[in-house]
């Protein structure tokens, strides 16, 4: 069973699939290793992720591994029809069409649970609210993994509740996701986006960055290095001070709407442009969005404007006579008017999540939330290096000595 939006567009999806797996290198040898051993052999996984041609990697990787797929999007704008045409070809139930309504994204995910997942592999956690919702279904469930922060943040919130009632690999939380494609993906997949959208020049403008996670400071990084003029605004004292330090402007909100030419938004919270803000902006100002959810620009305010589309993806607005500029519907930029994280960066995320998979069937672990193993971590960012050509350096024995040791001082 599927629904996608046209079975003819797979050899496109083919050929894009395969485009993006000459650069997952460390999941292809996970993939060689799984078609040999099928650790997930009989059993049913089902995953609430963005249907693009790295998603599409990984889910093969776990098909090659034995498992049984069913797929749904985790953003009703992310899915790359021509990739969830290939996928349904590889035989993966596929429930994605790109621009879903609300009600179809719910029924999408209500498609997966009828697939009786054992396995929840998930991306903003929707599926696995949803699963919890239905005893029968999570009655299957072993265990699950979660790609991203937002998605985390609101497992813990289940647990501190006593309602997550399965062990979840927080796979947003390793290194090699976090600091890789948090940072650099999100930094060089958002500029991306906003270019793709108005093919604005960066270089000159005043960029308003919210937060400095590693999203976020990604994103003021890489917009630096396009010569933009960076302002950053923040809650967290220490990382208002990192971001000083890293050489950026650091203000409240409410005095940077007064200077932005663009905003970029990538906080996990809601409401951080307001419409408060948004009066306060120049006119031409452009708003996006690289949050997992389209919380964190006040579109309610801005829909009681007059509206038009002044290109695909880029909605005007008529705000008291100046003209402010949304992009992609305040949903991620990144995925909504490009294509993602590029895929030499999603390499090791998805190997993260075939290995959390793997770590789910072969440990009994407790409800809850659980960090991806640090040794595997490790092993993927050894394994990522060698795929780059890379050697290290290796501790001698003295120094491992001297390292574990009290007695040597001064
Ligand atoms: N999240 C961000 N970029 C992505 C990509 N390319 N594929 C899947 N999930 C993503």
Same mark, same amino acid.
């Given at each position: 069973m599927s629904r996608i939006k046209d079975a003819s567009l797979s050899n496109k999806g083919k050929q894009r699939v395969e485009w993006a797996r000459t650069q997952m290198k460390v999941l292809e040898k996970i993939r060689k290793r799984f078609d040999l051993e099928k650790p997930f052999s009989g059993?049913?996984?089902?995953?609430?992720m963005h249907v693009t041609t790295e998603t599409a990697n990984l889910i093969l990787s776990l098909k090659d591994g034995g498992a049984e797929i069913s797929l749904s999007a985790s953003n009703p704008l992310s899915t790359q029809d021509d990739v969830a045409a290939y996928l349904v070809k590889e035989g993966i139930n596929v429930f994605a069409i790109r621009g879903d309504s609300s009600a179809e994204?719910?029924?999408?995910?209500? +498609?997966?649970?009828?697939?009786?997942?054992?396995? /929840? @592999?998930?991306?903003?956690? *929707?599926?696995t609210v949803s699963i919890h919702k239905n005893k029968e279904a999570l009655s299957n469930v072993v265990g699950g993994t979660e790609e991203?922060?937002?998605?985390? /943040?609101r497992l813990k919130s289940m647990q501190k509740d006593g309602e997550l009632k399965y062990p979840v690999i927080a796979v947003n939380d390793a290194m090699t996701k976090q600091m890789?494609?948090?940072?650099?993906?999100?930094?060089?997949?958002?500029?991306?986006?906003?270019?793709?959208?108005?093919? /604005?020049?960066?270089?000159?403008?005043?960029?308003?960055?919210?937060?400095?996670? #590693?999203?976020?400071?990604?994103?003021?990084?890489?917009?630096?290095? @396009?010569?933009?003029?960076?302002?950053?605004?923040?809650? +967290?004292?220490?990382?208002?001070?990192?971001?000083? @330090?890293?050489?950026?402007?650091?203000?409240?909100?409410?005095?940077?709407?007064?200077?932005?030419?663009l905003f970029s938004t990538a906080t996990g919270d809601r409401e951080v442009i307001n419409g408060e803000h948004i009066q306060n902006m120049? *006119?031409?100002? /452009?708003?996006?969005?690289?949050?997992?959810?389209?919380?964190?620009?006040?579109?309610?305010?801005?829909?009681?404007?007059?509206?038009?589309?002044?290109?695909?993806?880029?909605?005007?607005?008529?705000v008291d006579g100046k003209r402010i500029y949304l992009l992609a519907q305040g949903r991620l930029v990144n995925l909504g008017a490009a294509e993602g994280?590029?895929?030499?960066? @999603? *390499?090791?995320?998805?190997?993260?999540?075939?290995l959390a998979c793997?770590?789910?069937?072969?440990?009994?672990?407790?409800?809850?939330?659980?960090?991806?193993?640090?040794?595997? +971590?490790?092993?993927?960012?050894?394994?990522?290096?060698?795929?780059?050509?890379?050697?290290? *350096?290796?501790?001698?024995?003295?120094?491992?000595?001297?390292?574990?040791? #009290?007695?040597?001082?001064?």
């Amino acid at each position: 069973m599927s629904r996608i939006k046209d079975a003819s567009l797979s050899n496109k999806g083919k050929q894009r699939v395969e485009w993006a797996r000459t650069q997952m290198k460390v999941l292809e040898k996970i993939r060689k290793r799984f078609d040999l051993e099928k650790p997930f052999s009989g059993m049913r996984i089902g995953a609430c992720m963005h249907v693009t041609t790295e998603t599409a990697n990984l889910i093969l990787s776990l098909k090659d591994g034995g498992a049984e797929i069913s797929l749904s999007a985790s953003n009703p704008l992310s899915t790359q029809d021509d990739v969830a045409a290939y996928l349904v070809k590889e035989g993966i139930n596929v429930f994605a069409i790109r621009g879903d309504s609300s009600a179809e994204y719910a029924q999408n995910l209500e +498609d997966i649970i009828k697939e009786r997942p054992q396995i /929840i @592999m998930d991306d903003g956690s *929707d599926l696995t609210v949803s699963i919890h919702k239905n005893k029968e279904a999570l009655s299957n469930v072993v265990g699950g993994t979660e790609e991203t922060t937002t998605g985390v /943040i609101r497992l813990k919130s289940m647990q501190k509740d006593g309602e997550l009632k399965y062990p979840v690999i927080a796979v947003n939380d390793a290194m090699t996701k976090q600091m890789f494609d948090n940072r650099y993906g999100t930094g060089q997949s958002t500029i991306d986006g906003i270019i793709r959208a108005t093919n /604005i020049l960066i270089a000159g403008k005043t960029f308003v960055v919210a937060g400095y996670g #590693w999203c976020s400071r990604g994103i003021a990084t890489r917009a630096r290095g @396009m010569g933009a003029n960076v302002v950053v605004t923040e809650v +967290d004292p220490i990382r208002a001070l990192e971001a000083v @330090m890293d050489g950026f402007r650091v203000m409240t909100m409410v005095e940077a709407s007064k200077l932005g030419d663009l905003f970029s938004t990538a906080t996990g919270d809601r409401e951080v442009i307001n419409g408060e803000h948004i009066q306060n902006m120049k *006119d031409g100002a /452009i708003l996006s969005n690289s949050g997992h959810f389209n919380v964190e620009i006040d579109v309610a305010f801005l829909e009681k404007y007059p509206k038009k589309t002044v290109r695909t993806n880029v909605e005007e607005y008529l705000v008291d006579g100046k003209r402010i500029y949304l992009l992609a519907q305040g949903r991620l930029v990144n995925l909504g008017a490009a294509e993602g994280h590029p895929a030499a960066v @999603m *390499d090791m995320s998805f190997a993260d999540q075939a290995l959390a998979c793997e770590y789910i069937i072969k440990n009994k672990l407790s409800a809850g939330v659980h960090n991806l193993p640090e040794e595997i +971590d490790r092993e993927i960012a050894r394994t990522k290096l060698q795929t780059m050509g890379i050697e290290i *350096d290796k501790l001698t024995k003295s120094q491992e000595k001297y390292l574990s040791s #009290w007695k040597e001082g001064t």
